[in-house]
């Protein structure tokens, strides 16, 4: 099963890789000018508090596309993707900010014995903490990918429908991205680096292409993850609309 997701998330993003290119150019074109904007504005506290709530819609629309492409395929969206913040876009924002919530709660309270200054147990209190943080989010993530194909699930029927897929979940939402974005980055990154030294700065705009491109290959496991629970168990969606 595991060979079928890895497989299952790379496969998908190369066969679709020119409808994926045109409908997130527009996102990806913002992204590079906020960032831009970012940098020359790095001390107001306004700009780059709103270039935050710009980028994280932005990138919600990336998450949304890149799901629909390659859970319902190219004529899901069009050509140029979403110009628009619907009630999708919305259920997402908010389904994803509820989960925020909630492994922010689990992680302050993982905080408590730091007001006591007990090194040893705020050391080993933390590690658990997130560690739960990331079962909870990789569990409760499935509920994204069916927003975005409006076949909405609640978290808390994310959380049923994973509980045979604990250690599945958790390796292709948390660990498989972790260590891909972290291989991925750190070549890039040098890579990127070495250029901008050699031909020219402006070619920091890669570092935001970067971005999105570690992006979609995490939504793509996400993906994957829920289609292979859906298809090995369809009688969990089969009431939904």
Known sequence: MYKRIINGTFIPVFKNNQVLIKALFLPLLLIIILDKISRMYS???FVTFSIIVLSLLINITIAITT???LLLGSNSISTW???????????????????GLIIGIVMAFGAIPLLFNIEA????????????????FSRFS???PSIAIDKEISISQAWEYTKNYKLLTFFTIVIFPIVFALILGIVYELAIGFLIKIISPHLDILYPVLDVF???????ALSVTYRVIKEDNPEYFEKIN
């Open 81 to 99: 993707g979403f110009f628009k913040f619907g009630k999708r876009e919305f259920s997402f924002l908010i389904t994803s900010i509820f989960i």
């Open 214 to 220: 570690i992006t979609v290959f995490i939504v793509s």
């Open 43 to 45: 001390n107001d506290n």
């Open 67 to 69: 799901h629909r492409i």
């Open 142 to 144: 499935l509920a994204l």
């Open 121 to 136: 147990i705020t050391s080993i209190s933390l590690l658990v903490t997130i560690f739960f943080s990331l079962i909870l």
